[in-house]
């Protein structure tokens, strides 16, 4: 933990110690709502981020109190003394929608990570009504809130930046909806992330035509989530951010192709300027290679499809460009633009090897591998997840993959450019492979029929165990990668 300058105001204090802000309020009304938490009959508590919780000084709070904050929004010391509703605008599948906000969530509380220092938000989904609801009830069902725990979990663990689940309460109302049984059970979600400013938070000033506003928002942004690239002149500045959400953003769907994920909603409006990935609905992970893949029901022309997610953030991207035409020159921003499809290249063999625990190589051999591994995926149809587990550390996992169920398939042709690719490759910490994780028969997924199997007895029997058991399983693989934090797992 980094250590407290002596003439900090706060070096008498325990490092443990919540470090609360109100960052988000100096920006005003002009920003966001102050608005009320809808009052629950229930509050039952059925997650707790344990690790997260400690990394923000929250670790030891009772259960009892755990609920108070994050069932009954009890203002939490030093940050918000009431919620704030933020104001967003987005395009959504394409069209744009001016009347979008937060409608069933809000900005909670602030607070820094004792870690890192950076500025965290406790934002939440399911919280109650909003100026922005438009007639919908504010609710979460308890499914939606089950769904994103698990989504936060697996891509953590899978080395995904993504906002953290950090509370998860039923709160005991009947929901009617038209994508689940109803009526169905419901909860109030709380999320732990870097930011919640959105390309939808600029859209919305260029719609209202208030540059100078939008230049505020750019400077809060800057200020406060990347003070690294501050240039003194607006229009540098302008281009700047462009160039840092761009590079953000290209990880972030890296990652999520190397990790096999389907976000399935990318309006503007989900799209965080930090590169974040949040805001968790129809999301699926692949069971094998496949670019049409599409996660919503009503994404009836794939536009979010697993191989159309590159395309998408970057038209999303260029809807970023476009608010920011009043503050800087055109061409300084298209030739921004242009450097997102290379930056994609990078992050995305970045990510890859990341996941197979290989120390990156120079260019030649990792396009080589990044373009055979590729191939054979789309060719063998291998399962997706499968193949990394057979495969992590490269050729030191040699016989481990020969015993995979699936070990036809790398003696097949189509695996033969894979192998030789593996050939200039080593592991980057060829010591993971004696965790128990690569022992084990299988690795650990998260395919919509699990998801299903673990809702299932939640909805027939209030059993929670098969919930418990996945994250428990999560928590062990994320171990093995060294991509969780350290302490005791969730629960
Ligand atoms: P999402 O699909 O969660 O990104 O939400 C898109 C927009 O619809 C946001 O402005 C949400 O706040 C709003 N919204 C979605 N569901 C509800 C609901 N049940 N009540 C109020 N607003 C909602
Ligand atoms: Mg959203």
């Known amino acids: 933990m980094r250590p407290r300058a002596p003439d900090d105001p706060r070096a008498a204090l325990p490092e ?33 981020n344990r690790p ?30 009431e919620p704030l509703a933020l104001r967003y605008h987005g395009h959504q599948f394409r069209s744009y929608n001016p009347d979008l906000g937060d409608g069933r969530g809000f ?12 500025l965290l938000d406790l934002g939440t989904k399911g919280s109650g009504q909003t100026p922005w609801s438009r007639g919908a009830d504010g609710r979460l069902t308890l499914k939606g809130g089950v769904r994103e725990v698990l989504a936060t979990a697996m891509l953590e663990a899978l080395g995904v930046e993504t906002s953290k689940s950090f509370s998860l309460i039923e709160t005991g109302e009947a929901l009617e909806r038209g994508d689940e049984p109803s009526p169905t059970r419901s909860s109030v979600l709380v999320r732990l992330s870097h930011s919640h400013i959105r390309i939808g938070s600029f859209q919305r000033f260029l719609a209202l035509g208030e540059p100078d506003t939008l230049a505020r928002l750019l400077d809060h942004t800057i200020t406060t989530y990347m003070p690294e690239i501050w240039k003194d002149a607006l229009p540098d500045r302008a281009v700047a951010f462009l160039e840092a959400v761009s590079r953000r953003v290209a990880r972030m769907g890296a990652q999520w192709m190397a990790a096999g994920f389907v976000h399935g909603v990318l309006n503007t409006d989900n799209i965080n300027v930090t590169g974040e990935s949040f805001d968790y609905g129809p999301w699926r992970f692949l069971p094998h290679f496949d670019p049409d893949f599409t996660a919503a029901y009503f994404d009836t022309n794939g536009l979010y499809s697993f191989g159309r997610q590159p395309e998408a953030l970057f038209w999303n991207l260029s809807r970023l460009a476009d608010c920011l035409l009043p503050l800087a020159e055109q061409p ?101 492979l004696a965790h128990p994780y690569f022992a084990g028969h299988a690795p650990c997924t998260l395919l919509i029929d699990e998801v299903e199997a673990i809702w299932a007895p939640i909805a027939d029997r209030d059993d929670w165990s098969a919930f418990s058991d996945k994250l428990a399983a999560i928590a062990g693989m994320a171990d093995a990668y060294g991509t969780g934090l350290e302490g005791p797992g969730p629960g």
């Open 16 to 48: 443990t110690a919540p470090r609360p802000s109100r960052r988000h309020a100096e920006l005003g009304l002009a920003f966001y709502d102050v608005v009320e938490p809808a009052r629950f009959p229930q509050a039952i508590l059925r997650y707790r």
């Open 332 to 432: 300084r921003l298209e030739a921004v633009l242009r450097g997102f499809g290379p930056h994609l290249q990078d992050a995305f063999a970045t990510a890859l090897f990341a996941r197979f625990g290989l120390a990156l190589a120079p260019e030649e051999p990792t396009h080589r591998f990044v373009g055979a591994f590729w191939r054979f995926l789309a060719e063998s149809g291998a399962p997706f997840e499968r193949v990394f587990f057979d495969w992590y550390g490269g050729r030191a996992s040699e016989d481990r993959a020969q015993a995979s169920p699936v070990a036809a398939l790398y003696r097949a042709e189509s695996f033969a450019p894979v192998r030789a690719a593996l050939e200039a490759l080593e592991a980057a910490s060829p010591g993971r």
């Open 52 to 81: 997260w919780a400690e990394r923000v000084g929250l670790g030891s709070l009772t259960d009892a109190d755990w609920t108070r904050h994050f069932g009954r929004f009890e203002p939490l010391p030093g940050s918000f003394p």
């Open 107 to 118: 900005l909670f509380a602030q607070l820094h990570d004792l870690a890192d220092g950076r």
